[in-house]
Nanobody
Protein backbone atom coordinates (compact mmCIF):
# COMPACT_ATOMS: atom_id res chain seq x y z
CA UNK A 1 0.00 0.00 0.00
CA UNK A 2 1.29 3.41 -0.93
CA UNK A 3 2.06 5.73 1.96
CA UNK A 4 2.25 9.49 1.61
CA UNK A 5 4.03 11.60 4.22
CA UNK A 6 3.78 15.36 3.90
CA UNK A 7 5.91 17.88 5.77
CA UNK A 8 7.17 21.44 5.63
CA UNK A 9 4.11 23.40 6.62
CA UNK A 10 4.06 26.12 9.22
CA UNK A 11 3.06 29.64 10.13
CA UNK A 12 4.17 32.32 7.70
CA UNK A 13 3.38 35.97 7.13
CA UNK A 14 1.71 37.16 3.93
CA UNK A 15 4.29 37.38 1.19
CA UNK A 16 6.41 34.67 2.76
CA UNK A 17 7.55 31.33 1.39
CA UNK A 18 7.41 27.68 2.36
CA UNK A 19 8.57 24.47 0.75
CA UNK A 20 6.45 21.39 1.23
CA UNK A 21 7.74 17.85 0.78
CA UNK A 22 5.90 14.61 0.20
CA UNK A 23 7.73 11.32 0.54
CA UNK A 24 6.00 8.49 -1.31
CA UNK A 25 6.65 4.91 -0.32
CA UNK A 26 7.69 2.68 -3.19
CA UNK A 27 9.41 3.68 -6.39
CA UNK A 28 6.34 5.11 -8.02
CA UNK A 29 7.04 8.81 -8.17
CA UNK A 30 8.91 8.47 -11.44
CA UNK A 31 6.11 6.62 -13.22
CA UNK A 32 3.04 8.34 -11.89
CA UNK A 33 1.64 11.81 -12.10
CA UNK A 34 1.59 13.29 -8.62
CA UNK A 35 0.01 16.39 -7.25
CA UNK A 36 -0.64 18.62 -4.30
CA UNK A 37 -4.08 19.28 -2.92
CA UNK A 38 -5.35 21.50 -0.14
CA UNK A 39 -8.35 21.77 2.09
CA UNK A 40 -9.25 24.98 3.84
CA UNK A 41 -11.61 25.04 6.82
CA UNK A 42 -15.19 24.57 5.70
CA UNK A 43 -14.20 23.97 2.09
CA UNK A 44 -13.78 20.97 -0.16
CA UNK A 45 -10.35 19.64 -0.96
CA UNK A 46 -9.04 21.09 -4.20
CA UNK A 47 -6.21 20.32 -6.56
CA UNK A 48 -3.42 22.87 -6.39
CA UNK A 49 -0.73 21.53 -8.71
CA UNK A 50 0.24 18.41 -10.60
CA UNK A 51 3.32 17.04 -12.30
CA UNK A 52 3.38 14.21 -14.82
CA UNK A 53 6.05 11.56 -15.17
CA UNK A 54 7.35 13.58 -18.08
CA UNK A 55 7.64 16.73 -16.02
CA UNK A 56 4.63 18.57 -17.38
CA UNK A 57 3.12 20.74 -14.69
CA UNK A 58 -0.26 22.30 -14.16
CA UNK A 59 -1.60 24.67 -11.54
CA UNK A 60 -4.89 25.98 -10.33
CA UNK A 61 -5.29 29.54 -11.51
CA UNK A 62 -5.06 31.03 -8.03
CA UNK A 63 -1.46 29.83 -7.50
CA UNK A 64 0.01 30.26 -10.96
CA UNK A 65 3.25 32.21 -10.83
CA UNK A 66 3.55 31.71 -7.07
CA UNK A 67 3.78 27.94 -6.57
CA UNK A 68 6.14 25.49 -8.23
CA UNK A 69 5.77 21.73 -8.12
CA UNK A 70 8.78 19.51 -8.68
CA UNK A 71 9.84 15.93 -8.21
CA UNK A 72 12.98 14.05 -7.17
CA UNK A 73 12.56 10.52 -8.46
CA UNK A 74 15.66 9.24 -6.67
CA UNK A 75 14.19 10.33 -3.36
CA UNK A 76 10.59 9.38 -4.19
CA UNK A 77 9.68 12.90 -3.18
CA UNK A 78 7.41 15.56 -4.57
CA UNK A 79 7.88 19.20 -3.58
CA UNK A 80 5.75 22.29 -3.60
CA UNK A 81 7.63 25.57 -3.42
CA UNK A 82 5.22 28.28 -2.35
CA UNK A 83 6.04 31.96 -2.48
CA UNK A 84 4.12 35.23 -2.18
CA UNK A 85 1.77 33.43 0.15
CA UNK A 86 -1.64 34.93 0.78
CA UNK A 87 -4.17 34.59 3.57
CA UNK A 88 -6.32 32.44 1.29
CA UNK A 89 -3.53 29.88 0.94
CA UNK A 90 -4.17 28.80 4.51
CA UNK A 91 -5.13 25.13 4.43
CA UNK A 92 -3.97 21.61 5.10
CA UNK A 93 -1.90 20.49 2.14
CA UNK A 94 -1.81 16.90 0.93
CA UNK A 95 -0.13 15.03 -1.88
CA UNK A 96 -1.58 12.18 -3.89
CA UNK A 97 -1.78 10.86 -7.42
CA UNK A 98 -2.93 13.43 -9.95
CA UNK A 99 -5.30 14.39 -11.43
CA UNK A 100 -7.30 11.59 -9.81
CA UNK A 101 -6.26 10.95 -6.23
CA UNK A 102 -6.16 7.32 -5.20
CA UNK A 103 -5.89 5.34 -2.02
CA UNK A 104 -5.45 6.68 1.48
CA UNK A 105 -4.52 10.28 2.13
CA UNK A 106 -1.58 11.17 4.31
CA UNK A 107 -1.91 13.28 7.42
CA UNK A 108 -1.25 16.46 5.47
CA UNK A 109 0.76 19.47 6.56
CA UNK A 110 -0.81 22.66 7.87
CA UNK A 111 0.02 25.94 6.19
CA UNK A 112 -1.16 29.04 7.99
CA UNK A 113 -0.68 32.48 6.49
CA UNK A 114 -1.22 35.12 9.11
CA UNK A 115 0.15 38.48 10.15
Amino acid sequence: QVQLVESGGGLVQPGGSLRLSCVVSGSIVSINAMGWYRQAPGKQRESVAGITSGGFTRYVESVKGRFTISRDNAKNTVYLQMSSLKFEDTAVYYCNFHPVPFGSWGQGTQVTVSS
